[in-house]
Each structure stands twice: as C-alpha cells, then as structure tokens.
C-alpha cells in the first residue's frame, strides 16, 4: 500500500512539475515585457494594392481583300419583277453573285472628281422662278387732322356745311393762313363717305352758296368743290356792310345740317357786347359746330365765343396756329 501511495505522489508531482514548465514559458512568450527599453510589436505583410491595366483599344484595321472564296450560298436580291410565291418573298429568276469592291488606296488623297453633267431634252432647265411673287408695297395711312377725326366719330350719313368768314375783320388775314385752314377743309372732302353729303358758304358783305342742295361724295364734285375751295376768296364781295356770323348760322341752320365746319374770328358785328348766355340760342339747328380760328389767343373774347358755340352744341373747337 505504502508502495503504491509513493508511485502516484511521484506521478503527480512530475505531472504538475511539466504543467509549470509548459505555462512558464508560454506566459513568458505571451506577456508584454516591462522593460522601457523594449517595445511590443507585431508583423503583419501588407499586400500592395492591384493596378489594373487599361489596355488602349486597338486602331481599327482596314480589311484587307482576300482573294479567298467561300463555301457560303449565293444570295438572292428580292425584286418586284416576279409574282409573289407562297411564302410572300418575290424573288429574282436567277441569284446575283456579289462582285468585291474596287480597291482603295488609302495613302493617296480622296477627293471628288470632276464630273460633266448633261440634260437631256429640248429645252435647259431655267434658273431662278419663272415667276417672282411681287410683295405688295403696304400703303402709309394718310394722316387724319382733328377735323377730319371729328367727323369719323359721328355715326351714321352726315350733312356737312363748310362755313367760311371772310368779313372785314379777316380781310387783313395773311395768306398763308387762310390757306392753311382752306386746305384743311379741302382735304377733309377727300375722307367723307359715300353716304355724306356736303356743302359751301361764305359770307362778308353777302351770304353765298356753293350749291342749292347738298351735294353728293363723289370723286368729280370732290375734285370741283376742293377748286371752289381753293379760290373761295374771289367768290365774295368785299364792299358794303358785313354780314354777321351769328346771321349766317340762323341760315345755314335752315338747311338742318348734322355739322358745321365754321371758319371765323368770332368777332359779331350786329351785336356790340354779346351775351355768351344768348350765344347757344344760334347754335340751334346746326347738329354740331366744329369751331376752327387762326392768328388770335384763346383768351381773345372772339376765340372764346366760338369755344361756348362748340360747347353748346356739342361740337369741338381748333386753334388751328396753337393746338
């Protein structure tokens, strides 16, 4: 007993004896070392990245011809020369052999060559258009005076009276102005309608009428009254007592007109100190009075009683020099 007690205490402690050794030399391999003059490291390989190669694609060979046949069928060219079979393909009679293409050389310079082109037929081709198209010259609109933009604003056929003072008070007027007021008269003639009718007076020492009636837009009377206009002073008589302006609205207004176009200083001989209360009393039977003065202000008393004639009868007044 004491034998066997003695073998298994050896065994056991030869056993621990070879465990601390083994774990004395791998704790000794394993802990870091203490001394500060030692320092801890561990290895590793690193790997170098991969560069991947971009290989530049090749120049595009030019195919050379090859003189080489091969074993491939001949190929048909569909035509529209033959009935169409029973599979819906139209065939030629007989297959087309390709022929190869004429050889190039690439080294020499391409360029088109010269080529004489001919028609044929009994007459060349002509250059240009047979026939231009002429684009039609857009007319400038005419321009349109107040006068003539006041009557376009009336409705309906109008009946126009040109009055025209030509008094002592005005016989003194240079002639470039009475001119300029003529002529604006005269070219509102050419603006009136085909359903306007119109008439001439003038008055100094007498009342004249161009015409009995009134006279119809027509080319041919236009074209007479705009001469009768352009002469109107030496269709009046300047000697004697002066016929007022106020007595010839009192006529015009007899031939019930739907405008007057009155030329005047506004100065009335048969009243002395005219009332401008009164002064819309004569307007009556006028229509409208399109009023028109040149060479005086419009604070001179004529100017402003043609200004209240406008006004009462709902017409318009022209300074023809100022405005």
């Known amino acids: 007993m004491k034998y066997k007690k003695s073998t298994s205490l ?9 465990v601390g050794i083994i774990g004395f030399f791998y704790w000794f391999n394993t802990m870091p070392s203490h001394n500060p ?25 030019i195919r050379k011809e090859t003189s080489q046949t091969t074993n491939q069928p ?3 060219i569909l035509t529209s020369n033959q009935p169409v079979s029973q599979h819906g393909v139209v065939s030629a009679s007989e297959p087309t052999v390709f022929q190869p293409f004429e050889k190039v050389n690439l080294s020499d310079g391409v360029a088109p060559t010269a080529v004489d082109i001919k028609f044929e037929g009994p007459a060349q081709i002509p250059r240009g258009v047979a026939q231009p198209i002429k684009k039609e010259k857009k007319i400038p609109e005419r321009p349109k005076s107040r006068l003539v933009k006041f009557i376009e604003a009336q409705d309906g056929p109008q009946r126009i009276v040109y009055c025209i003072d030509l008094s002592s008070s ?16 005269r070219d509102s003639l050419t603006f009136l309608e085909p359903h306007d009718t119109f008439n001439i007076v003038a008055f100094s020492t007498e009342y004249v009428v161009y015409h009995d009636d009134y006279v119809p837009v027509k080319q041919e009377s236009v074209e007479a009254s705009s001469a009768y206009l352009a002469d109107i002073k030496s269709q009046i008589y300047t000697k004697g007592n002066d016929y007022d302006m106020l007595t010839a609205l009192t006529e015009t207004a007899k031939t019930s007109p739907t405008i007057v176009v009155l030329f005047s200083d506004g100065i009335p001989t048969s009243i002395e100190t005219p009332d401008l209360k009164f002064v819309g009393g004569h307007a009556k039977g006028n229509g409208k009075i399109f009023a028109m003065s040149i060479g005086i202000a419009s604070s001179f008393p004529g100017a402003v009683m043609l200004k209240q004639l406008s006004i009462d009868s709902k017409g318009d007044f022209w300074l023809v020099d100022r405005d």
Do not use: C, G, W
Not at 37 to 61: C, G, L, W
Not at 170 to 185: E, F, G, R, S, T
């Open 10 to 18: 050896f065994v056991s402690f030869a056993l621990h004896l070879i």
């Open 37 to 61: 003059d030692s320092i801890d490291a561990i290895f590793t390989t690193v790997e170098q990245p991969k560069t991947k190669r971009i290989t530049p694609p090749k120049r595009t060979q």
């Open 74 to 76: 001949n190929m048909k």
């Open 170 to 185: 005005l016989q003194n007027l240079a002639h470039y102005k009475l001119k300029k007021v003529v002529d604006i008269m």
